[in-house]
């Protein structure tokens, strides 16, 4: 998430930031800790004139912005969303990145942090704002950026969800899929037939006659169905149980209420309720500490 003091509404705005818009040095072993922090915007031609008009960047000639490069989840993202990107750039989306680094300009300040806004077509700088309080003797960078990590990783990127549940949720799919193949194929089996004769294809609930050899009295000697197993015991169990490995990853006491004895004492029942409520957990816990810096920003 995003702090900052937007022109325009005259209030201070939080924003969302999905990952993958967010570049780290390799090198780097946290978020926080990291020498350079750059948030990748891709800004309309109107809100960049805004910026330009409220005297955020730099008014300066710059050319047609280019079509912004995706990644790899923004095209699964648009294709969830049925998005789908044309030859040319109809927002006249231009692509802006946004600095916070350690910078030198031989002044009296020396090596200082500051945000820097460069603009990728042109490679000119839009803005450099100073990014330490002019109180502070220290120049300690200023907090713009919180971090809202599921689990810490190796490097400075943690890993969210997905990563966990990935492999799970791809069990779980294919299974849930072949299930359903399995059940349709079920119903509507193909069949076998005798060559020559009449061909027709049967709808389902359809009532159609077909002509028989000489001699043929009952119409499954010109005609057998495929046999086809239906949907496998198995596959539903293993759906069940990818299912629930899953859900505990998230999951928390208060769904043990349902399996508790009806005949158990009030209090009991009071404190799994009230601990069931109080989610435990690392994950939380960074979570409770990211929105103290938010508060704190």
């Not at 978020?31 to 800004?43: A, D, I, M, N, P």
């Not at 299974?175 to 005798?194: E, Q, V, W, Y």
């Not at 009806?262 to 929105?291: C, D, K, W, Y």
């Amino acid at each position: 998430m995003k702090m900052y003091w937007d022109e325009q509404k005259n209030r201070p705005v939080g924003m969302f930031i999905p990952i993958d818009d967010i570049y780290l040095p390799y090198s780097a072993t946290s978020f926080y800790s990291s020498e350079r922090k750059t948030h990748v915007q891709y800004l309309t031609r109107l809100e960049f004139e805004k910026r330009v008009g409220t005297g955020m960047y730099r008014d300066i000639n710059l050319s047609t912005p280019q079509e912004p490069t995706q990644t790899a989840a923004a095209r699964a993202n648009d294709k969830i969303e049925g998005k789908s990107q044309t030859s040319y750039n109809e927002d006249g989306l231009r692509t802006v990145f946004e600095i916070a680094c350690s910078l030198d300009f031989e002044d009296n300040f020396g090596i200082a942090p500051y945000l820097v806004t460069i603009d990728e077509t042109t490679r000119e700088v839009l803005s450099v704002y100073r990014n330490w309080d002019p109180d502070d003797q220290q120049q300690q960078e200023l907090i713009h950026i919180i971090e809202f990590p599921f689990v810490p990783w190796r490097g400075a990127y943690p890993i969210g969800l997905p990563h966990m549940i990935g492999s799970l949720s791809a069990a779980a799919t294919g299974a849930l899929r072949a299930l359903l193949d399995s059940a349709h194929i079920n119903n509507f089996p193909g069949m076998l037939k005798l060559k020559g004769g009449q061909t027709d294809r049967i709808e389902p609930t359809q009532v159609t006659e077909i002509e028989g050899g000489v001699g043929v009295d009952d119409v499954r000697k010109l005609a057998m169905p495929v046999p086809f197993n239906p949907p496998n015991a198995v596959l539903f169990q293993l759906l069940g149980y990818v299912g629930d490995t899953a859900r505990g990853v998230v999951r928390t006491t208060f769904e043990d209420m349902n399996q508790a004895s009806p005949n158990q004492p009030v209090g009991t029942t009071l404190a799994l309720i009230e601990q069931g409520m109080t989610v435990f957990s690392a994950i939380h816990a960074r979570l409770h500490s990211s929105m103290q810096m938010t508060l704190k920003v």
